[in-house]
């Protein structure tokens, strides 16, 4: 069992019918139908939506997610139709607020990995395969693939874990032809951003990607290239054969595990609240990428 330790109320704004509340996002609806997106500073970890909140991370995930969309304008087109506040909605909502197209999803968690780490090391140290396709022997964690791979994952409900599915899997849950449309878009995607990040000092080890259609053209959703979806590693520090340093909820993830926390990941019992030096470390994790990537100052 797991899922939000504390599930919050949605705030009512007149206007606004609440659709969802994700782990990070609350979903409504405006009265032309579109939809308001508007991300928390919550954070989630080993399917648990924790306690204790990082503050700022809400405004990081909206305008990282901004300046990737404009720098992927031309492979693809994205969801978001404006960037203003619904008008009645707390002040608070400013900077973590996008209205967007609703569109079609697709029912699959797009995954493009550069380098071999998470669920995807798992299985190959298993069958030396990754969502079935093969890799060659010798790969330890971190290494860097000998191309970028498309690793498809069904989407889970809040609290459960995504399952990693095979590409024919996707094809028949899509069709072959929206299965290979989504794999392409994803490795271009991929690969542009990896440049980006790699001139930038940063490696992009994996990332995931939401897509949707608007009648028949394929369009990215949600956030896209955050710390939350991604494995941002310091390309100055890489070094394979161990668990790289990174960008992004490892460092919540590695105190949660630890004697320090006291939890047990096994048990059915929910995590503790982060101490305020995790919070602290983990909020300048996520401004120091915004930075790094963005080249703007916080």
């Not at 797009?110 to 669920?119: D, K, Q």
């Not at 498809?152 to 590409?167: F, I, L, M, Q, R």
């Not at 896209?224 to 054969?241: C, H, I, K, M």
């Amino acid at each position: 069992m797991s899922g939000f330790v504390e599930k919050p109320e949605p705030i009512e704004v007149p206007g606004l019918v609440h659709l969802h509340t994700g782990k990070v996002r609350e979903l409504y609806q405006n009265e032309a139908g579109d939809l308001v997106m508007v991300a928390s500073d919550r954070m989630s970890a080993y399917d648990w939506v924790l306690p204790s909140e990082i503050p700022d991370k809400g405004r990081v995930l909206t305008r990282l997610s901004l300046w990737w969309f404009d720098q992927l304008a031309d492979l693809v087109p994205n969801h978001v139709l404006s960037t203003e506040l619904p008008a009645g909605a707390p002040a608070d909502w400013a900077g973590r607020t996008l209205i967007c197209k609703s569109l079609q999803m697709t029912p699959v968690e797009c995954v493009a990995r550069g380098y071999l780490t998470g669920s995807g090391l798992v299985e190959y140290e298993q069958s030396r395969t990754v969502c079935g396709l093969a890799l060659p022997e010798g790969l330890v964690d971190g290494s860097e693939l000998p191309a970028p791979i498309f690793t498809p994952a069904t989407k889970a409900a809040v609290g459960e874990h995504d399952e990693n599915v095979s590409y024919e899997e996707v094809a028949r849950q899509v069709g072959a032809e929206t299965a290979a449309q989504l794999r392409r878009t994803t490795l271009d995607v991929y690969a542009r951003a990896r440049d980006i990040a790699r001139e930038r000092g940063i490696l992009l080890a994996d990332t995931k990607f939401e897509f949707g259609f608007d009648g028949t053209e394929l369009v990215i959703a949600d956030e896209v290239l955050t710390p939350d979806s991604s494995r941002f590693w310091p390309a100055d520090t890489w070094q394979p054969g161990r668990a790289q340093p990174s960008y992004d909820k490892q460092y919540v993830r590695d105190w949660l595990t630890s004697p320090a926390s006291g939890w047990d990941r096994k048990s059915e019992q929910p995590p503790p609240a982060l101490p305020p030096e995790v919070v602290e470390r983990t909020r300048a994790k996520y401004l120091e990428a915004y930075e790094r990537l963005t080249g703007t100052r916080w």
